[in-house]
């Protein structure tokens, strides 16, 4: 059984930057793809960003493309988001997720989950 704790979210100003980690427990992580999904007030979740488990390979949704990288450090078991030019729309709480394969990250077929870190964008 995997254990995801993220963390680094917080309060930002849109236009600001923040830098999520999630550090990941309990099994090999640098056999397995991992990923980023985020859920606002009302709304479903839906996925962010996935990265495969050499790091070679990333996938973005459209509405964050250009502004959030994801990286993935398998001697420190962490995946991390950077986010950049963040708008009062990337507001959610955002998590870390894992499982076999990028595919099955972005179509939502998720193991494994994290407990979520709050990131609040102000205008």
């Known amino acids: 059984q995997v254990q995801l704790v993220e963390s680094g979210g917080g309060l930002v100003q849109a236009g600001g930057s923040l830098r999520l980690s999630c550090a990941a427990s309990?099994?090999?992580?640098?056999?397995?793809?991992m990923g980023w999904f985020r859920q606002a007030p009302g709304k479903e979740r839906e996925f962010v960003a996935t990265?495969?488990?050499?790091?070679?390979?990333?996938y973005y949704a459209d509405s964050v493309k250009g502004r959030f990288t994801i990286s993935r450090d398998n001697a420190k078991n962490t995946v991390y988001l950077q986010m950049n030019s963040l708008k009062p729309g990337d507001t959610a709480v955002y998590y870390c997720?894992?499982?076999?394969?990028?595919?099955?990250?972005?179509?939502?077929?998720?193991?494994?989950w994290g407990q979520g870190t709050q990131v609040t964008v102000s205008s």
């Open positions: 997720a894992t499982d076999v394969s990028t595919t099955k990250i972005r179509l939502g077929l998720v193991g494994s």
């Open positions: 309990g099994r090999t992580f640098s056999s397995y793809a």
């Open positions: 990265i495969s488990w050499t790091g070679g390979n990333t």
